[in-house]
């Protein structure tokens, strides 16, 4: 069964705008990663965040993780055309639970 | 390094023919897993090994998948007899020494059962 599960499914936007993509799971976690899967190949991890964290920052990317709503968000700032892609979050069951389960995914279109 | 390989790219075969997709993980990787992709079902984990050793089967659909890590370098999964439902995409990934660190994907393997 899914652990994640991303929202909106799909997302289309206008380059330089900001795109704001979000996953909610059902149980304890140690972590949370967000991918990224470009049509066609394989997925590439972009961000982990750790359980005890709230934000995290890479270059354009800003993850925010609430244990307490068991919510991640993931924000991408001045998007590109190349940021297409599809975005995934995966968390694994906590504890030593290491199963990572990934949610469907948000289909981003970033528009030149 | 060349990343996780998996071989083949593309695989076509008949209902009831067996099998066999590859995979070479990352050296130094000790840990393993094998997702299915299909856009009904999304990525569904099917096993993974840390040590060679079958940690979690239980994505295993049924008695017709199996998989093997004989050593740390190498590992395959095989459908014996495929079914169309079996149609998807199946990616291999790897990961180092802690379990729940990032995984690196391979590019997969695009399977189509007729």
């Known amino acids: 069964s899914q652990q994640g599960e991303e929202d909106p499914q799909a997302l289309s936007i206008q380059e330089g705008e900001n795109a704001t993509m979000n996953c909610s799971y059902k149980?304890?976690?140690?972590?949370l990663q967000w991918y990224r899967q470009n049509s066609g190949r394989g997925l590439v991890h972009l961000i982990l965040?750790?359980?005890?964290?709230r934000e995290k920052h890479s270059g354009r990317l800003r993850v925010t993780l609430d244990t307490s709503k068991k919510s991640s968000s993931l924000l991408i700032t001045a998007s590109r055309a190349a940021d297409t892609a599809s975005y995934f979050c995966?968390?694994?069951?906590?504890?030593?639970?290491?199963?990572?389960?990934f949610g469907k995914g948000t289909l981003l279109t970033v528009n030149p | 390094d060349a990343g996780v390989i998996q071989s083949p790219r593309h695989e076509v075969t008949e209902m009831g023919q067996e099998v066999t997709l590859r995979c070479k993980p990352i050296?130094?990787?000790?840990?393993l897993f094998w997702y299915r992709q299909t856009m009904m079902r999304g990525l569904e984990l099917l096993i993974y090994?840390?040590?060679?050793?079958?940690?979690?089967d239980s994505g295993m659909p049924e008695d017709r998948f199996s998989a093997k890590m004989p050593n740390a370098s190498f590992s395959t999964l095989k459908i014996q007899p495929s079914e169309p439902r079996d149609s998807a995409v199946y990616f291999c990934?790897?990961?180092?020494?802690?379990?729940?660190?990032?995984?690196?994907f391979g590019s997969g393997t695009q399977l189509s059962v007729l």
């Open positions: 990934a790897s990961s180092s020494i802690d379990l729940n660190e990032k995984l690196f």
């Open positions: 149980t304890s976690i140690n972590n």
């Open positions: 965040i750790r359980s005890n964290e």
């Open positions: 995966a968390t694994d069951g906590g504890g030593s639970n290491y199963k990572l389960t």
């Open positions: 050296s130094g990787h000790n840990s």
């Open positions: 090994f840390n040590n060679n050793v079958p940690i979690d």
